[in-house]
Structures are given as structure tokens and as C-alpha cells.
């Protein structure tokens, strides 16, 4: 079973920087893709970033210039860097990824890890 453990949440204040991290229990590189997602109280799950084995990365809207989502398949690792945060980027952290089979595909889900933006 693949296990995803993340690393990195806190509380922050607005304009600070965080970054968090996510360690898969098998090698990254058969993932072909991996991403963060966010849940904030009493919303969807929604996408943060992706990034593929190949390194392309894909953004949501409202995160786009202020993240960044990078992997290194050698460490089995892939990470967001936070910067300009915000109060609304407060939520629970999510870390995703998706491997192929044949024609089907598995998704697996870290713990989740709180990021609190807040004075």
C-alpha cells in the first residue's frame, strides 16, 4: 500500500512563507503525476498544483505566481513552496498522487497537514 506523509504545516502570518513536503513510500517515479489539494472548513477539496514525472506543473488560479510545486523522483519526494500567503489559503493541505495500471488508475492520499495563515 502506498503511504503519503506530508510535512511542513504551521501557522503563519500574511505575506509569510511556508513550504511543505510529501514522501511517498515507493519510489516517485512511478507516479506519473503528483499534486497538492486544499480543504478549507466547510469546502471542496480543491486542486492547489500538479506536476508531472516529466516536470510539467499546472497551478490553480488564485495560487499561481505566489507557489510552487517542484519533485525530485530520487528522494520520492515532491514539495510546495508558499510565499505571499494568504488568510484565504488557510486550509487543510493534501497530498495526491496517481500511478497507471493497464487502463486504470489509482490515486493515493497523504494525512493532510493544517496550514494557518493568521496575525
Known amino acids: 500500500q502506498v503511504q503519503l506523509v506530508e510535512s511542513g504545516g504551521g501557522l503563519v502570518q500574511p505575506g509569510g512563507s511556508l513550504t511543505l513536503s510529501c514522501a511517498a513510500s515507493?519510489?516517485?517515479?512511478?507516479?506519473?503525476?503528483m499534486g497538492w489539494y486544499r480543504q478549507a472548513p466547510g469546502q471542496q477539496r480543491e486542486l492547489v498544483a500538479t506536476?508531472?514525472?516529466?516536470?510539467?506543473?499546472d497551478y490553480a488560479a488564485s495560487v499561481k505566481g505566489r507557489f510552487t510545486i517542484s519533485r525530485d523522483n530520487a528522494k520520492n519526494t515532491v514539495w510546495l513552496q508558499m510565499n505571499s500567503l494568504k488568510p484565504e489559503d488557510t486550509a487543510v493541505y493534501y497530498c495526491?498522487?496517481?500511478?497507471?495500471?493497464?487502463?486504470?488508475?489509482?490515486?493515493?492520499w497523504g494525512q493532510g497537514t493544517q496550514v494557518t495563515v493568521s496575525s
Open positions: 495526491n498522487a496517481k500511478k497507471r495500471r493497464g487502463s486504470a488508475i489509482y490515486s493515493y
Open positions: 515507493e519510489s516517485a517515479i512511478t507516479f506519473y503525476i
Open positions: 506536476i508531472t514525472s516529466g516536470g510539467s506543473t
